[in-house]
């Protein structure tokens, strides 16, 4: 028997969210589907039984499985003490009997079973599976990972973009522009679009990596009835006016460089953009201008899949982002503000944790999921970013990020 301290209680919502209490400390474990965070509160007990040196119990609740106690073992292993208790078992005993029906083929396919999980390749536990060829699961850590990964990668019915807001510069709306479609085009092979719709000029050409030309949004524009529906037809076509990221396999269309130039993009320009974008890309990932009253920022608001409001931990940026926020909801946007997503970007090494934390929680409760980026100095020249060469821990961060924003899309 396991001594009642180590009893765990745990909640899952069907949304999805969960929470752990452990010696009356609360803590959120969320996963994209209730199954998953099932896995993560599993995985994240697992290391705790290895700490303590013996089994664990878990009592779990969930909106979707029902209650359950569960004993969680340091080897990984999970037995089961009570059978799932249903809900709403009246209901289900009053459900009627499907009538009885042939098999088809894809009741075979179905009833295949699924393909074991993969060890541990992170953390300890990987270290310890690679040197000895055992086979442990994965931590809480590597569980969050791999679905995250799931839900970047996941399909989707039609084209989806993603429109990057705060109306103050610095805010990081081009360095979240950069690192959301380089997730998702490392991720998901390719066919993603960072698209700079500044109405004169923006800074997300400069930011990307070398290119063989310097034609923008403005050029493509110009040529764009070449790519009528008895026009040009591939996405190589596009190759003279995108700029290629081929390690992260994603492009870039830059917004007008010419500092001599008159021209800029509106409303009817970013929408017909935006419609011959769309036939060749399957996440287009909008970096946006500082003027909120622009007609091409009202444009791409109008055609955002998700919002993504990024700002970093400081008062001026995040009070930009509120007004911003309470600007979209008065013009009838309420709907894609309670689903957007908001980025919060650590400034600096050491930043203020009461501030992050006020911010957390006035933000959380306005959009649908609040996500913190940390610091990483290459970020900071402001010369072009390479994917490759931040921090573990960025990239894991903005992969949690890219995987929230899919997840509303």
């Known amino acids: 028997m396991t001594d009642p301290a180590d009893r765990i209680e745990a909640r899952i919502a069907a949304d999805g969210r969960g929470t752990v ?130 839900q970047v990668r996941r399909s989707f019915s039609a084209p989806r973009t993603v429109v990057v807001i705060n109306p103050k510069g610095g805010a990081q709306k081009t360095t979240a522009t950069l690192l959301l479609a380089a997730t998702y085009g490392v991720h998901r092979g390719g066919y993603v679009l960072a698209w700079d719709n500044n109405e004169t000029r923006g800074t997300l050409g400069w930011r990307a990596g070398s290119t063989s030309h310097n034609r923008t949004a403005v050029d493509l524009l110009t040529d764009l009835n070449r790519f009528g529906d008895t026009g040009l037809q591939r996405v190589g076509d596009l190759d003279r006016y995108v700029r290629d990221q081929a390690d992260s396999q994603f492009d870039v269309l830059a917004s007008d460089e010419d500092a ?93 944790p009461a501030l992050a934390k006020r911010l957390h929680a006035h933000f959380d409760q306005l959009t649908r999921s609040v996500l913190h980026v940390p610091y990483d100095p290459a970020l900071v020249g402001g010369g072009p970013i390479e994917f490759a060469a931040l921090a573990p821990t960025t990239r894991e961060a903005w992969l949690q990020v890219a995987a929230s924003v899919a997840e509303g899309m």
């Not at 040197?131 to 969050?144: C, H, K, M, Q």
């Not at 935006?274 to 009253?293: K, S």
């Not at 970093?312 to 957007?340: F, P, Y």
Request: charged fraction near 25%; aromatic fraction near 4%.
């Open 260 to 352: 001599a130039a008159s021209s800029t993009i509106d409303d009817l320009a970013f929408r017909r953009l935006h419609a011959t974008l769309a036939r060749f890309y399957r996440v287009i990932v909008v970096d946006t201008g500082n003027n909120m009253r622009a007609s091409n920022w009202t444009a791409a608001v109008d055609t955002a899949d998700q919002l993504v409001i990024v700002s970093t931990e400081r008062e001026d940026t995040a009070a930009s982002a509120a007004w911003l926020i309470d600007g979209l909801r008065e013009k009838g946007h309420e709907r894609k503000v309670q689903n957007a997503v908001t980025v919060l970007a650590a400034p600096a090494l050491n930043s203020d």
């Open 21 to 150: 209490t452990v010696a009356g400390r609360s803590e959120e474990l969320a996963g994209w589907e209730p199954e998953v965070t099932k896995r993560v509160i599993v995985a994240r007990l697992v290391d705790l039984a290895h700490e303590r040196g013996r089994p664990v119990d878990l009592e779990l609740d969930s909106e979707v499985g029902g209650a359950e106690v569960l004993r969680v073992h340091p080897s990984g292993v999970v037995e089961p003490l009570t059978e799932a208790t249903p809900r709403s078992p009246a209901a289900d005993a009053a459900a009627p009997t499907p009538a009885r029906r042939a098999p088809t083929v894809q009741d075979l396919l179905t009833a295949r079973p699924a393909a074991p999980e993969p060890p541990a390749t992170q953390g300890w536990r990987g270290r310890v599976a690679r040197a000895t060829g055992l086979r442990l699961s994965p931590g809480a850590a590597e569980v969050r990972h791999r679905a995250a990964i799931q």
